[in-house]
Every structure is written in structure tokens, then in C-alpha cells.
């Protein structure tokens, strides 16, 4: 059946790059998605990909997605301490009506 | 403000007492579903809906019902409640042509004793 798995935890200093990568088992998706947790609260929808694209910049987030790989990275840039959160990788397939989330990367940033 | 709100955010309650925990949207979105969330597994879909009075199974439906009477409002009912569902619990919506889930309720952390 369909997986995504991602690594559970990330350390980064403030002003650096942080990289979180999630790999997934289902070739047929047609979107993949990057959630942000913070303590106490929902999931927010960080950015998301088509599957026929490569690469999504939004502001300090860029997106990589390798089809052939089955791989898929956030990178943030100059990661700040509000991005400290859980961050949730996700792949939706087509015709199906869920997503698969991942278990979820911890990224805490210290100083 | 367009949100999803879920009701309580916090329950403790004891096994096989009935609860239902409320979800409702206010964006006249079609497609809602309920999620659980455990350490390590990332969230699982439990039930979803396309639209009022069509629900569907999830990955993890066991234990639990679901109702959509109306567009806005979907309940996750809990008939006879057991440890194993202490849990945090998530619903969502989004429209019918939206490509994912972009609103999610704040959560409810559930603990069955």
C-alpha cells in the first residue's frame, strides 16, 4: 500500500538552511503537500506540488521533488525560530480521497 | 474568518461512555474528514464525506461513526470508546474542486481511561 516516510527529528541553527526530506511509495500521485504543525494547533497547508513539476519556490520555501526517485525535500531558508514546529510531508493519489501523511519531522531551531 | 472548529479541544472520559466530537466549517465546502493523529504514525484518515449524507471509510474506521446531516457540521461519534482510541483527533474540509485539505480544526485531545 502507499507510504511516506520521513526522518522524525532536525536540529538547525537560527540563520541556517534546514532541509527535510520525505520519501513516498506511490508512483501514480498527483500531489504532494508540506503541513506545519505548530504546538496546540491544526495542520497548516505549507505549499504543495504537482507531480509533473520539479521544483516550487515560495518566498523562503523551495520545494524538490524527484519523481523517479519517489523523493520529495523542503529546504527553508535562513530558518528563524517561529519555524520551529512539526512539519508533515504528505502525498495524495489519484482517485483516492485521503492523504498519507507521513509520521512527521521535528525541527527545532536554537540559537 | 473562514475556519473549522472542533468541540471540545480537550476530553477525558471513561471506556464505553458514548461521545461525540463536534466539527463544523464555515466555507460551504463539500469534502470534510476526520483524522487521527498518534506519535510516530503522522495522522490516519478515519472517515471522510464528499457531501451531505455521503460518508465513506477511511484507513482506520473501526470504533467509530459519522454523520453529515448538513454541509457544515460532521461528527465523529464514538459509540463505546476504548484506551486504544486516546488520541488527537483532527477534522478538515475543502472544496469539492480543492486539491487538499487546507483548513484544519485545532485538534481534540481525547483520553479514554
Known amino acids: 500500500g502507499e507510504d511516506v516516510e520521513q526522518s522524525l527529528f532536525l536540529s538547525v541553527r537560527e540563520g541556517d538552511s534546514s532541509v527535510i526530506n520525505c520519501t513516498y511509495t506511490?508512483?501514480?500521485?498527483?500531489?504532494l503537500y508540506w503541513y506545519k504543525q505548530e504546538p496546540g494547533a491544526g495542520l497548516q497547508l505549507l505549499t504543495y506540488?504537482?507531480?509533473?513539476?520539479d521544483m516550487k519556490q515560495d518566498q523562503r520555501l523551495t520545494v524538490l521533488l524527484n519523481k523517479k526517485d519517489k523523493h520529495l525535500s523542503l529546504r527553508i531558508a535562513d530558518t528563524q525560530t517561529g519555524d520551529s514546529a512539526i512539519y508533515f510531508c504528505a502525498e495524495k493519489s489519484g482517485g483516492y480521497n485521503k492523504l498519507i501523511f507521513g509520521a512527521g519531522t521535528r525541527l527545532a531551531v536554537h540559537p | 474568518e473562514a475556519q473549522v472548529t472542533q468541540n471540545p479541544r480537550y476530553l477525558i472520559t471513561v471506556t464505553g461512555k458514548k461521545l461525540t466530537v463536534t466539527c463544523s466549517q464555515n466555507?460551504?465546502?463539500?469534502?470534510m474528514s476526520w483524522y487521527r493523529q498518534d506519535p510516530g504514525l503522522g495522522l490516519r484518515q478515519i472517515y471522510y464525506?464528499?457531501?451531505?449524507?455521503?460518508?465513506d471509510k477511511g484507513d482506520v474506521p473501526e470504533g467509530y461513526k459519522v454523520s453529515r446531516k448538513e454541509k457544515r457540521n460532521f461528527p465523529l461519534i464514538l459509540e463505546s470508546p476504548s484506551p486504544n482510541q486516546t488520541s488527537l483527533y483532527f477534522c478538515?474540509?475543502?472544496?469539492?474542486?480543492?486539491?487538499?485539505?487546507?483548513?484544519f480544526g485545532q485538534g481534540t485531545r481525547l483520553t479514554v481511561v
Open positions: 506540488i504537482f507531480s509533473n513539476m
Open positions: 464525506s464528499m457531501n451531505v449524507e455521503v460518508t
Open positions: 478538515a474540509s475543502r472544496s469539492q474542486s480543492g486539491n487538499t485539505e487546507a483548513f
Open positions: 466555507m460551504n465546502h463539500e469534502y
Open positions: 506511490d508512483s501514480s500521485s498527483t500531489y
